[in-house]
């Protein structure tokens, strides 16, 4: 009888955990959608222009069709909020989101929270292919970017591609190709640098530092397409990423396609850093903080971990633009300088916490 009795009470307080985690969730997902929304509304009527929040909301309203009172008078400020400042704040966000899901896809194929987009030269490689077209003046406003993008997924497929030997690759080889391919691309840019005269020198130190001055929509469409895209794909190969967490021989043992679910994961990231690092320059620390504060929170679930990170990279690139065009009066800092000076110091205690907890690398 008693054997029963206990039985039963365990069955009956069985489903408390998953509602805890579904209350844990439910509430991180509200917290960071109201701070990325405030953060939009803010970052709508902060800076150098003069706008209200009924002008801010106003003009997005006019321009789906719904006009009302709101409306600014001034053709100037209706012009100036959906032309410059829309897009750039749409654009933080798209970012944002970009490198954080790139960030949680790399950490669940390295199995490591220290692991982020740029460790395979993502950044390194797109970096260079923008000073390439900026230090020789090639023709197109689009130029930069194209090179930034193509410079970014030559960087990848080039590490991939090195480290892959007998049909596998092993992550500590693809970790150690990727610090080479970084120090080529490194190299490679201090030369353009050196070689750029003094106007084309300026732009691409100001490049690499990051910016989202100066975002069209035209621009904007773009990488919201492709971190649509690729945060839905990232979405649906969560499953897999749950499994692969389990370890290489119990995943395929599972079903899993180790290799395949790899190299897709890596284009995955490629094309997602791509595009943000295309457009802005380089946003550093967001692809590495986001997901494993994330994780801290909600636990290795990746559905829920690519999910929440996209919100929580949106939200702090949203007002990491915010603060960087209002910080210093008449100045536009560079976002990937922000980012770095929030990021630099948690990063140094993630690594000390790693150690503390593991006793040590792994």
Do not use: C
């Amino acid at each position: 009888m008693t054997t029963v009795a206990s039985t039963t009470k365990t069955v009956v307080s069985a489903p408390a955990v998953p509602d805890r985690r579904a209350g844990r969730l439910a509430v991180t997902v509200s917290t960071l959608v109201v701070i990325l929304v405030a953060g939009m509304l803010v970052s709508g009527f902060v800076g150098e222009l003069s706008a209200g929040f009924t002008d801010v909301i106003g003009t997005a309203l006019a321009r789906i069709g719904i006009h009302t009172s709101w409306q600014p008078k001034s053709e100037i400020i209706r012009e100036a909020l959906w032309n410059i400042r829309f897009p750039r704040v749409l654009m933080s966000l798209a970012v944002g989101a970009a490198l954080a899901v790139g960030g949680a896809v790399m950490q669940a194929i390295f199995g490591n929270p220290l692991a982020e987009p740029g460790v395979v030269g993502v950044s390194a490689g797109g970096a260079l292919g923008a000073a390439i077209a900026i230090a020789f003046s090639v023709a197109g406003t689009w130029s930069p970017a194209l090179f930034a993008f193509v410079g970014s997924l030559a960087a990848t497929l080039l590490a991939y591609s090195t480290a892959r030997s007998g049909g596998r690759t092993e992550m500590v080889t693809l970790l150690l190709t990727g610090i080479a391919v970084n120090a080529v691309a490194a190299a490679g840019l201090a030369f353009v640098i050196f070689a750029s005269d003094t106007a084309a020198r300026e732009q691409i130190i100001f490049w690499q530092l990051g910016s989202l001055n100066g975002t069209r929509w035209n621009e904007l469409f773009i990488v919201a397409g492709v971190v649509t895209a690729g945060s839905l794909a990232a979405l649906a190969m969560a499953r897999q990423y749950d499994v692969l967490s389990l370890g290489e021989r119990s995943a395929a043992h599972l079903g899993v396609r180790v290799e395949r679910l790899r190299i897709g994961s890596i284009v995955l990231v490629a094309l997602l850093t791509g595009a943000a690092v295309a457009f802005v320059g380089i946003v550093g620390f967001v692809g590495l903080v986001v997901p494993h504060v994330v994780r801290m929170i909600l636990g290795p679930a990746h559905r829920s971990l690519i999910l929440v990170s996209m919100l929580g990279g949106a939200a702090l690139t949203v007002w990491a633009d915010m603060a960087a065009r209002t910080l210093v009066h008449g100045a536009d800092l560079p976002i990937g300088m922000l980012t770095a000076l929030a990021g630099g110091p948690f990063f140094f205690w993630l690594v000390r916490r790693t150690r503390h907890d593991a006793g040590g690398w792994a």
